[in-house]
């Protein structure tokens, strides 16, 4: 079966220092992969997706994520955490022969301390 | 600005009593989606529309209605609601032709079934 995990439910991390949330896969063929952002009362957020091409993909806000084909991973990483970083993260994936439904890990909530 | 709007945005009703929650957007997307978010479960996805009159049901649809008669709209009926229905509920839209494409969301729906 496919599917996302997030091992981290939560992940504490001190403002100024680098801060990754994990999120690996199990889909079949070359999936598109995502990361979106839920602010407290608010919907989700587009960051940044991976297609094809660089490993390495840059989105908003400096956050970044790093595609491993071998790891079937995609951890979204920021080089200096900001307190107003602190959200819930959500992975998803899309397998290319599927009918644009997503699949989704169940949320990483990242908390940046003073 | 472009976005998709949800109405109500918080409801608390009693078992039985039928209820629906629009969603609307102005980006003449073409697929249409609604999801229920629950802690611990991530996204799970009720049912989506690839165009007008176009639907078809994603993973937790029992209990849920949905209907597609304009592109722009796509609501979501509660036939009878029950407790186990009380959620965070988000429809999201996109454009349907590259499965690159990024859905946008709604800010959400909290509902309350007592």
């Known amino acids: 079966a496919q599917s996302v995990a997030q091992p981290e439910d939560q992940v504490n991390v001190a403002e100024g220092n680098p801060l990754t949330v994990k999120c690996t896969y199990s889909?079949?063929?070359?999936?598109?992969l995502f990361w979106y952002v839920q602010y407290p009362n608010r919907g989700l957020q587009f960051l940044l997706k991976y297609i094809t091409g660089d490993n390495l993909v840059k989105g908003s806000y400096g956050f970044e994520a790093e595609f491993n084909k071998s790891q079937t991973s995609f951890h979204l990483k920021k080089p200096s955490a900001l307190v107003s970083d602190s959200a819930l993260y959500f992975c998803?994936?899309?397998?290319?022969?599927?009918?644009?439904?997503?699949?989704w890990g169940a949320g990483t909530k990242l908390i940046i301390k003073p | 600005e472009a976005q998709v709007t949800q109405n109500p945005r918080y409801l608390i009703t009693v078992t039985g009593k039928k209820l629906t929650v629009t969603c609307s957007q102005n980006?003449?997307?073409?697929?249409m989606s609604w999801y229920r978010q629950d802690p611990g479960l991530g996204l799970r996805q009720i049912y989506y529309s690839m165009n007008v009159e176009v639907t078809d049901k994603g993973d937790v649809p029992e209990g849920y209605k949905v209907s597609r008669k304009e592109k722009r709209n796509f609501p979501l009926i509660l036939e009878s609601p029950s407790p186990n229905q009380t959620s965070l509920y988000f429809c999201a839209s996109s454009l349907v032709g590259r499965r690159t494409d990024t859905q946008y969301f709604g800010p959400g729906t909290r509902l309350t079934v007592l």
């Open positions: 998803a994936v899309r397998a290319p022969d599927s009918n644009y439904q997503l699949i």
């Open positions: 980006m003449n997307h073409e697929y």
């Open positions: 889909v079949s063929g070359n999936p598109y």
